[in-house]
């Protein structure tokens, strides 16, 4: 057993006394050896608060032969153009440490290391005092970061640094994988790096393995998936045997995470809701067979299927809960429609759920078309109505003298009742929490559910954002439909862009010009949009009609843009991304979207959905800085405005060659990862520790198999065999409940 290196310990803001104020139930680890109040407090502050915690503070990276370069190595990957990883980690020993003014009185630290295969400066231009009192000639160091040839030179600039000692230099060639912790700048405060976080895994991992790594799992699901037993795996994971043994360990501890987060699913799903009485519709109905010989154009396999997907669930007993995910233009629409009428042929109201007043004007609009001559009435529901029409509408929702009800939020406050509310369908849900969705589900009675989005996402998110949902897919698009071209142009190229969108004007059609959020402050979002209004206006489209749409705006001016727009009184839009739900304008054939590079590729995919919805050819034109803008942006080195520009462009590329949402959100997911994708914080996805979005798909998808499979032979988690579940589930929402009211 190893006992805490002896230090000069550093000052550090905490003070023993806050601690003890702050009571011992907030940092209990300080009972544990090797864990002082100062200690306590800094992991306290990474969010490790018990010696579980502690035991499941999962490495951030590991040192092993097959992540560290040997210098020589890195150096001709740098010579050549293809295939250089973003980080690179070496091993290597300090030489020599200099700090050195440039001609324009910039200090900075150079510190020079090698290896055996060769030679490295790290460079600092802050913390040089620091790193000058923390090394010395030497030490032996892993660092890691992007890499860069300057001068011939092989350079790290602010490399992360770790130090190790001369027998975990060795190990490493001997084949053993030393895990390196994240350290926080408190923690390195009090002590803790990352070496000594090892040191202290070791002595901890020794006397609590017993109490605090118990199994969770049932012996036939470790055997199934060929899991290594808890215990085992948070070992491993710390102190690696072998790779493959890592490997395994790893792998386990992402099954476990989410294997209970898909219990909890799977529980809500089979249990909670469907415990619930719903309606069970007839699902034979002459208003939707009406429609449908009217239509004038035939559903397309993947309606067809969602359709009986849908109808199935609703001549259920049980409360419907289906997602109705499709690309933009892929048909959603008509599909939610022949439900609806479905639920109007059984005597029922339905609520049509749209996240803007534009939309639902819309849709209300779309419907009303689509039900010409059916007996059905469509009204809307918005918030900004005069309170005698408001009061007239609540009256006909009251006493079903409505059929559909279109609109937004406001459809669910207090004082709006339904006669008979039997199917609630909700458009672009990505806007909607999991929270909103409980919230409209408990108004009361027992509605079916269908949400609809149009922002494709992968699978692996749908698994665990809406996984408990049901979720029918359109994958298809509408035959004869004109696939949008898309291309990449430069700012360089802008006034070729422009008298492209002029000639598209002459010929009758209309366009969109998109500015981004810049930032995320309102104010300058406007100031962006109504500028470059105002410039378009004057200098480059004088004799043409333009109109302005952001989110400043208010409803109704917002809707007058829209319908002017829509009219054609209006050729160019200019407008934020608050075009970018839904909204349909068949004549506009032409979209440029500048900034490109600011937006998310889900995001582009969006907006570009608003082109191409009528018989003419469409096109998108992603405007992005020239390239030597890239270069401009403070504070990046050449290599960094590089792989920006590289990164930047290789994800517009990406637009360029694909119309496939499913496809682009993949992308996406890969490259900004899923927070992003979702779109918003409140999107209601889950933070894993272990498991990761991008990568872990197949995990994800055996872990909810395993979760839904014990829950729907034993849903009550009662048998004895699902003791040990049942007990970690129990323990795992505690956990959870704890952290949202630390939260
Ligand atoms: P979404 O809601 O999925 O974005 P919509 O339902 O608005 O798509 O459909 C886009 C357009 O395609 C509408 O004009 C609709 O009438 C038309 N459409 C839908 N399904 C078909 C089909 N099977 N064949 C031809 N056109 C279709
Ligand atoms: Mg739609």
Known sequence: MTTPTKRARPATEIKAEDVKNAGADLFPLQFVKGIGPARAAALAEAGIRTVRDLLLFTPKAYLDRRTVLPLRQTR???????????????IVEIRRMQILESGRGQKRLVIRVSDQTGEANLVFFQGAQYFIKSYQVGDIL????????????????????????????????????????????????????????????????????????????????????NLLPFADAVYQMHFPGDEELLQRALYRMKFEELFFFELGLAYRKEVELSAEPGISFDTHSTLARRLLDQLGFELTSAQRRSMKEILADMEKPTAMNRLLQGDVGSGK??????????????????????????????????????????????????????????????????????????????????????????????????????EQRAQLRNKGRRPDTLIMTATPIPRTLTMTLYGDLDVSIIDELPAGRKPIRTAIRFEHQLDTVWSFVRSE???????????????????????????????????????????????????????????????????ILIATTVIEVGIDVPNASVMVIENAE???????????????RGADQSYCILLTKDHYRYQMRRGLSPNEARQERRAAIRRLAAMAETNDGFRISEIDLELRGPGDVVGTR????????????????????????AAFGIIRRDPELALPTNQRIAKAFQESLKRSLQYADVG
Not at 76 to 87: A, F
Not at 178 to 202: C, D, F, H, W
Not at 686 to 705: Q, S
């Open 76 to 90: 001709l990957l740098l010579g050549g153009e293809e295939g250089i990883p973003d980080q690179i980690t070496a």
């Open 142 to 225: 892993a660092i890691s970061g992007p890499a860069e040839l300057f001068s011939g030179m092989l350079q790290w600039t602010h490399p992360e640094i770790e130090k190790l000692e001369e027998e975990e230099k060795g190990l490493i060639h001997s084949g053993r994988i030393i895990p390196q912790y994240r350290e926080t700048a408190r923690m390195k405060s009090a002590g803790l790096s990352s070496r000594s976080v090892r040191k202290l895994m070791e002595a901890t991992f020794q006397r609590y393995v017993a109490e605090e790594l118990r199994e969770t799992l049932t012996d036939e699901l470790i055997r199934e998936y």
């Open 333 to 434: 629409t008509i599909v939610a429609v022949l439900a609806m009428l479905v639920a109007v042929q059984n005597g029922y109201q339905c609520a049509m759920m749209v996240p803007t007043e534009i939309l639902s004007e819309q849709h209300t609009r779309t419907l009303q078309r689509l039900l010409e001559g059916l007996p059905v009435k469509v009204t809307q529901l918005v918030g900004g109505q005069k309170k005698r029409i408001r009061g007239e509408i609540l009256y006909q929702l009251r006493n079903h003298e409505t059929n559909i009800i279109v609109g937004t939020h406001a459809l669910f406050q207090q004082e709006v009742e339904y006669a008979n509310l039997g199917l609630v369908v909700i458009d672009e849900q990505h806007r909607f929490g999991v």
């Open 505 to 571: 004007v002459m010929a009758g059609r209309q366009a969109y010009v998109v500015y981004p959020l810049v930032e995320k402050s309102e104010k300058l979002e406007l100031k962006s949009a109504v500028e470059h209004y105002e410039f378009l206006k004057e200098s480059t489209f004088p004799d043409l009609r333009l109109g302005l749409l952001h989110g400043q705006m208010l409803w109704y001016e917002k809707e007058d843009t829209m319908r002017d727009f829509l009219e054609r009184k209006v050729d």
């Open 598 to 612: 600011r937006f998310g590729l889900s995001q582009l995919h969006q907006l570009r959905g608003r082109v191409g």
């Open 682 to 705: 409140q999107s209601g996805l889950p933070e894993f520790r272990h498991a990761n979005l991008v990568t872990d798909g197949p995990i994800v998808g055996a872990a909810r198999d």
